[in-house]
C-alpha cells in the first residue's frame, strides 16, 4: 500500500509540470514536423537534477538517477528499458516506473518525465524538451541552463550557420 501512496504522490507531483512539459511553448522554435527525415534530427545533452521531459520521436538514456520515470506512449510502440525490476504502475495513460537508476526509451510519439535528485541524459531525435531544476544542457539548437521556472528546448537539427 505504501508503494502505491509514493507511486501515486510521485506522479501527483509531476502532474502540474506535465501539460507545460508536453506542450510546445511560444518562446521556443516549433521542432521539425513529423514529415521531417532522418537527417532531420538533434541531440541533447543534459545533466542536473528536479525534472526532465521530452516528447516527440527520440531515443532517450538517462543515468544516475534513482527516482521515477513516466512514459506516455501514444502510438503503442515505445520500448521501454530499465535496470532491475522498478515497481511498476499505470497512472492517466502514462506507466509510471519508481525506484530506477538507468533507462533507455525508444519511440515515435512518446513522452518521457524522469523526476530525481540527479540525473544525465542523452537523446537524440526530434520533438522538445523541458529541464526544471539545476543543471545544463546541450544541444544542437542551442545550450543553457536548467532554471526552477523551467527551460524548454527545441529536439531537432542545428540552426543554418552554427
Same mark, same amino acid.
Given at each position: 500500500?505504501?508503494?502505491?501512496?509514493?507511486?501515486?504522490?510521485?506522479?501527483?507531483a509531476?502532474?502540474?509540470?506535465?501539460?507545460?512539459?508536453?506542450?510546445? =511553448?511560444?518562446?521556443?522554435?516549433?521542432?521539425?514536423?513529423?514529415?521531417?527525415?532522418?537527417?532531420?534530427?538533434?541531440?541533447?545533452?543534459?545533466s542536473?537534477?528536479?525534472?526532465a521531459?521530452?516528447?516527440?520521436l527520440?531515443?532517450?538514456?538517462?543515468?544516475?538517477?534513482?527516482?521515477?520515470?513516466?512514459?506516455?506512449?501514444q502510438?503503442?510502440?515505445?520500448?521501454?528499458?530499465?535496470?532491475g525490476?522498478?515497481?511498476?504502475?499505470?497512472?492517466?495513460?502514462?506507466?509510471?516506473?519508481?525506484?530506477?537508476?538507468?533507462?533507455?526509451?525508444?519511440?515515435?510519439?512518446?513522452?518521457?518525465? =524522469?523526476?530525481?535528485?540527479?540525473?544525465?541524459?542523452?537523446?537524440?531525435?526530434?520533438?522538445?524538451?523541458?529541464?526544471?531544476?539545476?543543471?545544463?544542457?546541450n544541444?544542437?539548437?542551442?545550450?543553457?541552463?536548467?532554471?526552477?521556472?523551467?527551460?524548454?528546448?527545441?529536439?531537432?537539427?542545428?540552426?543554418?550557420?552554427?
Amino acid at each position: 500500500m505504501l508503494k502505491r501512496i509514493s507511486i501515486a504522490a510521485a506522479a501527483f507531483a509531476v502532474a502540474g509540470v506535465v501539460l507545460l512539459a508536453l506542450s510546445p =511553448l511560444g518562446a521556443v522554435a516549433a521542432p521539425p514536423p513529423p514529415s521531417a527525415g532522418p537527417d532531420q534530427r538533434g541531440t541533447i545533452t543534459a545533466s542536473g537534477g528536479n525534472m526532465a521531459a521530452v516528447t516527440g520521436l527520440i531515443n532517450l538514456d538517462a543515468s544516475g538517477m534513482n527516482g521515477v520515470l513516466l512514459v506516455k506512449d501514444q502510438d503503442g510502440g515505445a520500448t521501454v528499458k530499465t535496470d532491475g525490476t522498478p515497481n511498476r504502475a499505470n497512472w492517466f495513460g502514462f506507466t509510471v516506473y519508481t525506484g530506477v537508476h538507468t533507462a533507455t526509451v525508444t519511440g515515435a510519439n512518446v513522452g518521457v518525465i =524522469l523526476v530525481s535528485q540527479r540525473l544525465d541524459l542523452h537523446v537524440t531525435g526530434r520533438g522538445l524538451a523541458h529541464f526544471r531544476g539545476t543543471g545544463t544542457y546541450n544541444g544542437s539548437t542551442g545550450r543553457g541552463a536548467w532554471s526552477s521556472g523551467g527551460s524548454a528546448v527545441a529536439l531537432g537539427p542545428a540552426a543554418a550557420g552554427r
